[in-house]
């Protein structure tokens, strides 16, 4: 009570000095939305890297990206491939955080019959892999690699490394796909989770292999535990789960998102920045997508 009393007093004064001294207009720079993308700026998702995401409250697509974790996107093909994901809950779901699937017991202890996969906390990226940048803190680069945000170590450095490529990894933005796993960093097996919000404290500590690029209002529509394990009673579940082209051409969505190398994407960029000021952030670039649905809905 004291802190707003202060603070209240504090205002006072500000306002009888606005009154004695006369008043100077300050300049703001009128923030403007950015224009709408042209036909050549949308990039469409390959079908084999479009996971296709089926629930009673909605469908979610999630862009693999496999040239970040190729190892993790091989086996998340594979077990959906296999129906491995069909019907399986997402048993565990924390709010402002993220949603957990992929257990078979739905306990948070099950997994496949394959084997652990090798953790891919980091990836190395080379000048022929296309990436648009955002932002340059110290030392780093902010961008995209498709429509995953990441962070690595700028161009520059290539030239003092043995194979002239540099470190990168995922951040963990919201719609931002992770492994699973347990303590043992090469422990993940099939339990992913999709961000709810951005939960930077789990950058290079998980493997990031793709993000929601639609659905994420079906994402923070699952059922939370208000539980601090997560674990959730009565959970929601998966109806169906396959990589696009696993679905006949008929029964297959397709997604197109804006090409993060455009000169719109650009334009959204500063649009974001100069609305969030100092506290602007990556995850604060919002990628458009154009969903086109299928003419027949995919056999559950």
């Given at each position: 009570?004291?802190?707003?009393?202060?603070?209240?007093?504090?205002?006072?004064?500000?306002?009888?000095?606005?009154?004695?001294?006369?008043?100077?207009?300050q300049?703001?720079?009128?923030?403007?939305?950015?224009?709408?993308?042209?036909?050549?700026?949308?990039?469409?998702?390959?079908?084999?890297?479009?996971?296709?995401?089926?629930?009673?409250?909605?469908?979610?697509?999630?862009?693999?990206?496999?040239?970040?974790?190729?190892?993790?996107?091989?086996?998340?093909?594979?077990l959906?491939?296999?129906?491995?994901?069909?019907?399986?809950?997402?048993?565990?779901?924390?709010?402002?955080?993220?949603?957990?699937?992929?257990?078979?017991l739905?306990?948070?202890?099950?997994?496949?019959?394959?084997?652990?996969?090798?953790?891919?906390?980091t990836?190395?990226?080379?000048?022929?892999?296309?990436?648009?940048?955002?932002?340059?803190?110290?030392?780093?680069?902010?961008?995209?690699?498709?429509?995953?945000?990441?962070?690595?170590?700028?161009?520059?450095?290539?030239?003092?490394?043995?194979?002239?490529?540099?470190?990168?990894?995922?951040?963990?933005?919201?719609?931002?796909?992770?492994?699973?796993?347990?303590?043992?960093?090469?422990?993940?097996?099939?339990?992913?989770?999709?961000?709810?919000?951005?939960?930077?404290?789990?950058?290079?500590?998980?493997?990031?292999?793709?993000?929601?690029?639609?659905?994420?209002?079906?994402?923070?529509?699952?059922?939370?535990?208000?539980?601090?394990?997560?674990?959730?009673?009565?959970?929601?579940?998966?109806?169906?789960?396959?990589?696009?082209?696993?679905?006949?051409?008929?029964?297959?969505?397709?997604?197109?998102?804006?090409?993060a190398?455009?000169?719109?994407?650009?334009a959204?960029?500063?649009?974001?920045?100069?609305?969030?000021?100092?506290?602007?952030?990556?995850?604060?670039?919002?990628?458009?997508?154009?969903?086109?649905?299928?003419?027949?809905?995919?056999?559950?």
């Amino acid at each position: 009570m004291k802190r707003v009393l202060l603070a209240g007093a504090v205002l006072a004064l500000l306002s009888g000095a606005a009154q004695a001294l006369p008043v100077q207009a300050q300049q703001v720079e009128p923030v403007f939305p950015p224009p709408p993308p042209v036909p050549t700026e949308w990039r469409t998702i390959a079908p084999q890297n479009l996971l296709v995401i089926e629930m009673t409250k909605g469908q979610i697509l999630v862009e693999l990206a496999p040239q970040i974790a190729p190892g993790h996107v091989e086996r998340i093909r594979l077990l959906a491939s296999r129906g491995f994901y069909d019907n399986l809950t997402w048993h565990r779901v924390i709010d402002w955080f993220m949603a957990q699937t992929g257990d078979p017991l739905g306990t948070g202890d099950g997994q496949s019959y394959y084997p652990d996969l090798k953790a891919e906390f980091t990836f190395r990226r080379g000048p022929e892999m296309a990436f648009a940048p955002v932002a340059t803190p110290m030392g780093s680069v902010l961008g995209f690699i498709g429509s995953v945000p990441v962070e690595t170590q700028p161009d520059a450095a290539m030239a003092g490394t043995p194979d002239r490529k540099v470190h990168g990894w995922g951040l963990y933005c919201p719609g931002v796909a992770g492994m699973a796993r347990d303590e043992a960093n090469d422990s993940a097996n099939s339990q992913f989770f999709l961000m709810r919000q951005a939960y930077p404290s789990l950058d290079k500590r998980y493997t990031v292999w793709g993000r929601v690029v639609s659905g994420l209002d079906v994402v923070r529509a699952l059922k939370a535990s208000p539980n601090p394990d997560g674990m959730v009673e009565g959970p929601d579940r998966m109806t169906l789960v396959r990589v696009a082209s696993d679905l006949p051409a008929e029964a297959r969505p397709s997604a197109a998102v804006l090409n993060a190398t455009s000169a719109t994407f650009a334009a959204i960029v500063e649009h974001a920045r100069q609305a969030k000021g100092a506290d602007f952030s990556i995850c604060d670039v919002d990628l458009p997508v154009r969903v086109t649905s299928p003419t027949t809905a995919p056999a559950v």
